[in-house]
């Protein structure tokens, strides 16, 4: 089954404890994106990356960091997460056309995080 | 700020009526523009898009209207169903942003039996 997954789902966890959220696509998207979703502010871009070793910021890429090793994965990681980090994260991915440009991007299912 | 935003925050329509959710964006650039569907304790899931050389696209019961003249987007729902109850976004992507997508705060949408 083609999909987005991402793990944890979801983590609570303290000020200043670096944490790795993983995302895994398998259906060989170039695009990979992290978003957060916060009540009243929508979907906001943190990282995205336009294939292996590319990556650039977003929106809001504060406090976050990515990397971009393999064409399948792409992880999030606060190396010393903060209270304002609490979230909901997506991560998205899509392919990229040859000649039309940008398609939809496909999320996975979120990974909610609180950090006390 | 967003420049894509939604005129409802939410609506709320009988079963087997149609919905009419509307979207307005600000930059003349943006050549890309898609629908999604968010259930709750779920991701996104796309509905529909449409790119900015067209007026109209249709799905199976949802359609995009496209009006570059005023910048506005609407996405129509056929015999909405209880199964479309969930908050819709849309989202645009400006010429040359590198495949980045800008989403509006979302409508939520509930569908009374």
């Known amino acids: 089954e083609a999909q987005v997954t991402q793990n944890p789902r979801y983590l609570i966890t303290v000020t200043g404890k670096k944490l790795t959220v993983t995302c895994s696509q398998n259906m060989n998207h170039e695009y990979m994106s992290w978003y957060r979703q916060d009540p009243g502010l929508g979907l906001r871009q943190i990282y995205y990356s336009m294939n292996v070793e590319v990556t650039d910021k977003g929106d809001v890429p504060e406090g976050y960091k990515v990397s971009r090793k393999e064409k399948r994965n792409f992880p999030l990681i606060l190396e010393s997460p903060s209270p304002n980090q609490t979230s909901l994260y997506f991560c998205?991915?899509?392919?990229?056309?040859?000649?039309?440009?940008?398609?939809?991007?496909?999320f996975g299912p979120g990974t909610r995080l609180t950090v006390l | 700020g967003e420049s894509v935003g939604l005129h409802l925050p939410t609506l709320s329509v009988q079963e087997g009526d149609n919905s009419i959710i509307n979207c307005a964006y600000s930059?003349?650039?943006?050549?890309?523009f898609i629908w999604y569907k968010q259930e709750s304790g779920k991701g996104p899931q796309f509905i529909i898009d449409i790119r900015s050389n067209m007026d109209k696209r249709q799905g199976q019961r949802v359609t995009v209207l496209l009006n570059k003249t005023v910048k506005h987007l609407s996405l129509q729902i056929a015999a909405t169903q209880p199964g479309d109850s969930a908050v819709y976004f849309c989202?645009?992507?400006?010429?040359?942003?590198?495949?980045?997508?800008?989403f509006g705060k979302g409508t939520l949408l509930t569908v009374n039996p």
């Open positions: 998205a991915s899509s392919p990229k056309g040859r000649t039309s440009g940008i398609h939809e991007q496909f």
């Open positions: 930059n003349s650039a943006s050549d890309y």
């Open positions: 989202a645009e992507n400006i010429q040359g942003s590198n495949y980045k997508l800008t």
